[in-house]
C-alpha cells in the first residue's frame, strides 16, 4: 500500500507512475482531498478542545464558581456536541481507519514506479538486457512438449480433464520423477546461496492474501474457500513474505531469504487461446520461489542478485533464455521494479517467461506491517520485499523438453539432472 505522507509530499511523482502504468491519476487528487477534510477535521477538534480548555480556566479563576459555571455551561455544551461531532468525523476520515474513503483509494493503487523502469503500454515495449546461450539448430521443425509428452507417456491431458477439466494436466512415470528432480535441484542450490527453506501452508487467511497485494485486486483470479474463509495460495510468495507480518526485525538478520516449493493455484483465463495447450498456462502448477526481506538502501542492489540466482539455474541446465526490464504498462500491482527471464521455446521459437523477479520496495511490507530497527533506539522502519521464481517447474520442464528433444523423440536430461532423477533417457516404452 502506497503511504499517505508521500501522495502528501510528491503527488506529482504518483500522479506519474500511475500514467506510465496507463491509469487515471485522479484518484490522487481524490485522496488528497479527503486527506485535507481529515487534517482539517482534525484541526477543528483541537480548536475546540483549546476553546473548552479556556472555560473550564475561567471558571476554576472565577470569584463565584458555581455563577461562571452556570453562566457559561451553553458554551461548554456547545464545544462538547462540536467536539463528539468532529471527533466521529475524524474516525471515519483516518487514513487509518477501516472505513475510511483515503484507505480504500489507498488500498487500490498500484505502487510506485522505480525511475528506471522503461516507458510502454504493453510487453512490446519490455527492454532486452542480455541473452546466455544459442539456441540450438534443429534438422527438423522441433515437436512441441505436449506431442512429446504424450508420446512418451508421461503427460495425459485427456485423464486430467477427466478428473478436473481443463487447464490441468496429470504427469506420470519419469515425468513426475524428473518434475521432483527439479524441484530438488532447485533447493539444494538455494540452499547453497544462503536460502532458508520453508514447507509454508497452501491456504492462508484472507488477511494475509490482502497484506501481500493479492486482494481485492486479483480477488477474481483466486481459488477460495467462502466458509473458511482462505484462500489457496497462488504463489508462496503469499506466505513467505507475510512469515514476518506485524514484527519488528533486527538488522542484523537482514537480509532474510525464502525458498519454498509450493503447488500454486490460480484461475488462469489465458488470452483469446494462447497457451491453452499443454503446461504453459496451468490451474494448478509447482513452482519454486524466492523471497527476500531487505533494508531500503540494499533492495535494488538485492534484485540484481536474486535475478542472479534464478539466472544460474538455467545457466547450469544449459537452457538459452534472455533477460527483460518490464515497461510501466506490463508492471505487476505490487512491484516497483520488475526482470522477466525468458527461456527458449523451440517449438514456438521465441523466448517464453520462466521467472519474474520483482523488489516491491515497502508496498507489501506497509501492509503487512514487517518493520526493523537500526539500532535499539532507532524508529522503526518498513523493510522492502522482493520476490522471484528459481523456477516454474512446469516451464522448466517445457524447455527442457523441447530443447533437448531427439529426433527419434527421445529427450536426454541436462547432465546436471541426471543424479537427481537417477536417469538419463527419457524414451518411448522406459518411463515407468
Not at 202 to 227: C, I, N, P, Y
Not at 244 to 252: G, N, P, R, S, V
Request: proline share 6%; charged share 30%.
Amino acid at each position: 500500500m502506497l503511504d499517505i505522507a508521500l501522495i502528501r509530499r510528491d503527488p506529482d511523482r504518483v500522479r506519474n507512475a500511475l500514467r506510465r502504468r496507463g491509469l487515471d491519476p485522479s484518484p490522487i487528487d481524490d485522496v488528497l482531498r479527503y486527506d485535507e477534510e481529515y487534517r482539517s477535521t482534525l484541526t477543528a477538534v483541537e480548536r475546540a478542545k483549546a476553546e473548552r480548555n479556556q472555560l473550564s480556566a475561567a471558571i476554576a479563576q472565577a470569584p463565584d464558581k458555581a455563577a461562571a459555571a452556570r453562566d457559561l455551561r451553553p458554551e461548554l455544551d456547545e464545544l462538547a456536541a462540536r467536539i463528539a461531532q468532529f471527533e466521529e468525523q475524524t474516525r471515519s476520515l483516518s487514513p487509518t481507519a477501516a472505513d475510511s474513503r483515503v484507505r480504500a483509494l489507498l488500498e487500490n493503487m498500484p505502487n510506485v514506479l522505480d525511475d528506471s523502469v522503461p516507458d510502454g503500454r504493453d510487453e512490446s515495449s519490455n527492454v532486452e538486457l542480455r541473452r546466455w546461450g544459442e539456441p540450438r539448430r534443429f534438422e527438423s521443425v522441433p515437436k512441441p512438449h505436449w506431442e512429446l509428452g504424450e508420446r512418451l507417456g508421461i503427460l495425459d491431458f485427456g485423464r486430467a480433464a477427466k478428473l478436473s477439466g481443463s487447464r490441468f494436466a496429470v504427469i506420470s512415470g519419469k515425468g513426475a520423477r524428473l518434475a521432483r528432480a527439479l524441484a530438488a535441484f532447485f533447493l539444494d542450490r538455494a540452499a547453497e546461496r544462503g536460502y532458508v527453506e520453508i514447507a509454508p501452508p497452501l491456504l492462508v487467511s484472507r488477511q494475509t492474501m490482502w497484506s501481500t497485494g493479492q486482494l481485492s485486486k486479483f480477488a477474481d483470479a483466486m481459488f477460495a474457500d467462502a466458509d473458511a474463509d482462505l484462500f489457496m495460495i497462488p504463489t508462496s510468495e503469499v506466505p513467505l513474505t507475510a512469515f514476518h507480518a506485524d514484527e519488528i526485525l533486527d538488522l542484523k538478520d537482514l537480509p532474510l531469504k525464502y525458498a519454498a516449493d509450493t503447488q500454486c493455484f490460480r484461475k488462469e483465463a489465458g488470452a483469446a487461446g494462447k497457451d491453452t495447450r499443454g503446461l504453459m498456462r496451468q490451474h494448478q502448477f509447482e513452482k519454486v520461489e524466492l523471497v527476500w526481506i531487505s533494508t531500503p538502501d540494499a533492495s535494488f542492489e538485492a534484485l540484481e542478485s536474486l535475478t542472479h540466482d534464478a539466472e544460474s539455474l538455467l545457466q547450469e541446465l544449459a537452457l538459452p533464455y534472455r533477460v527483460v526490464a518490464l515497461c510501466a504498462g506490463d508492471m505487476g500491482f505490487n512491484a516497483a521494479k520488475t526482470y522477466d527471464i525468458e527461456v527458449w521455446i523451440p517449438s514456438a521459437q521465441t523466448y517464453r517467461e520462466i521467472s519474474s523477479c520483482s523488489n516491491c520496495t515497502d508496498f507489501q511490507a506497509r501492509r503487512a506491517s514487517i518493520r526493523f530497527r537500526r539500532d535499539n533506539r532507532a524508529k522503526p522502519e518498513f523493510a522492502h520485499t522482493l520476490n522471484g521464481s528459481g523456477l516454474a517447474i512446469g516451464r522448466t520442464l517445457i524447455a527442457i523438453m523441447e530443447n533437448y528433444q531427439r529426433p527419434d523423440g527421445s529427450i536426454e536430461l541436462p547432465p546436471v539432472l541426471q543424479p537427481y532423477a537417477g536417469f538419463s533417457l527419457l524414451s518411448t516404452g522406459a518411463n515407468a
